[in-house]
Structures are given as structure tokens and as C-alpha cells.
T-cell receptor
Framework: DAGVIQSPRHEVTEMGQEVTLRCKPISGHDYLFWYRQTMMRGLELLIYFNNNVPIDDSGMPEDRFSAKMPNASFSTLKIQPSEPRDSAVYFC???????????FGQGTRLTVV | GQQLNQSPQSMFIQEGEDVSMNCTSSSIFNTWLWYKQDPGEGPVLLIALYKAGELTSNGRLTAQFGITRKDSFLNISASIPSDVGIYFCAGPTPDSWGKLQFGAGTQVVVTP
């Protein structure tokens, strides 16, 4: 397996634009996580899914953020409209089971100017 | 809020030295995970601990699950330049089984 695949690796966008980040989890994994990493706040869990169903979205900062998982092999994290303070590295991770090891993608570095 | 306290924040060591770092929590954890993050990459799992008192090794890395279940330690023996990176402890929060929470990380710099 190629591991967790995220796209794009880098995204630069203007304030106010819509941004969509994509993730393909490891095949067979039933949990999918979206994290955001910044210098100030470290790694923060935004939302996680179990069997494509959102379980906990309490980490989603605002209504501007939304995440979907239409099937077991694909998830998106959307920010609309984007703001400069959204600039961060966004990671997707997947795991087999809730308490087992989570495998991370390489991340998407988002810069909002 | 942040429940995992990781220390030290950073370490500057010479190649060949041993490294120790720890993670503490005010809450009991049933699982401790240690990850390493290289620049520009996602965190990679190093060691997983599932039982209080457990001591597990992975090459030059050794991690322990504290008896109180509120702490964990990671040791790196005979450090080499590729040990450079940020090391994170992580565990599921007590109130949400699937919610993996991370410590702030320990930055390790190895000089020749």
C-alpha cells in the first residue's frame, strides 16, 4: 500500500477563496482523521470519521471549515472562505480501529495570502 | 485543552549521546504512542504502548508506559544525525476513545 495520500502538497491561495484538501486513506482502515499543525498550537485534531461517518467535529474551528467522506477511500476538507490565519499544515491520518496506530500522510501546506 | 505535557521542548546533543524525553498527563491514558516527524513530512509511529509498566524497544529506541498510567518515557541510545526531528507523544483522550491527542513535541538536534 502507498500509505495515506494527500493532495495537493502545497496550496497558496488568496484570502476569501475556497480551498479543498484531499485525502485517500490506507485501504481497509476504518478511521480517518484530519489534523492541523501550527507552531503556536501544535497538532490539533479537527474531525474524525469512523466508517465514513463523522464522529467528532468539535475541533473544527469555525463554520468555514467542513469535511466529508463520501466513501471509504476518499475524504475532503474544505475551507470557504479562507483567511490568512488558516495558514498551516493539514494532515490526514487513518487507522484500523480507534486505539491503534494512526498513519499520517505527508500533509498539505496551506498558505492564505 | 492540552492534556499532555511533553518535556523537554528541545534538546541539543552530540552524536553518540543518549536522549531522554517524557510525557505526563493529569489524566490516565490506556495507550501511549510515540511519533517522530521529519521536516516536511507527517509524523511516523515509532513505538506503541498498551499496558501499564510495559517497556518496548525498537532498535535504539526504548519507551515505557508509566505504572501510574499518567506518564511515558522515550529514550534514544547512541544518537546519530538522522535522529534529528520532532518527537511527539500521543494517546486517546479519556473521554473519547478515537480522539488521538498529541503533546507539543520535543525538538532533537544532533551535532557531529
Amino acid at each position: 500500500d502507498a500509505g495515506v495520500i494527500q493532495s495537493p502538497r502545497h496550496e497558496v491561495t488568496e484570502m476569501g477563496q475556497e480551498v479543498t484538501l484531499r485525502c485517500k486513506p490506507i485501504s481497509g482502515h476504518d478511521y480517518l482523521f484530519w489534523y492541523r499543525q501550527t507552531m503556536m498550537r501544535g497538532l490539533e485534531l479537527l474531525i474524525y470519521f469512523n466508517n465514513n461517518v463523522p464522529i467528532d467535529d468539535s475541533g473544527m474551528p469555525e463554520d468555514r471549515f467542513s469535511a466529508k467522506m463520501p466513501n471509504a477511500s476518499f475524504s475532503t476538507l474544505k475551507i470557504q472562505p479562507s483567511e490568512p490565519r488558516d495558514s498551516a499544515v493539514y494532515f490526514c491520518a487513518s487507522s484500523l480501529g480507534a486505539v491503534t496506530e494512526a498513519f499520517f500522510g505527508q500533509g498539505t501546506r496551506l498558505t492564505v495570502v | 485543552g492540552q492534556q499532555l505535557n511533553q518535556s523537554p521542548q528541545s534538546m541539543f546533543i552530540q552524536e553518540g549521546e543518549d536522549v531522554s524525553m517524557n510525557c505526563t498527563s493529569s489524566s490516565i491514558f490506556n495507550t501511549w504512542l510515540w511519533y517522530k516527524q521529519d521536516p516536511g513530512e507527517g509524523p511516523v509511529l515509532l513505538i506503541a504502548l498498551y499496558k501499564a509498566g510495559e517497556l518496548t524497544s525498537n532498535g535504539r529506541l526504548t519507551a515505557q508506559f508509566g505504572i501510574t498510567r499518567k506518564d511515558s518515557f522515550l529514550n534514544i541510545s547512541a544518537s546519530i544525525p538522522s535522529d534529528v526531528g520532532i518527537y511527539f507523544c500521543a494517546g486517546p483522550t479519556p473521554d473519547s476513545w478515537g480522539k488521538l491527542q498529541f503533546g507539543a513535541g520535543t525538538q532533537v538536534v544532533v551535532t557531529p
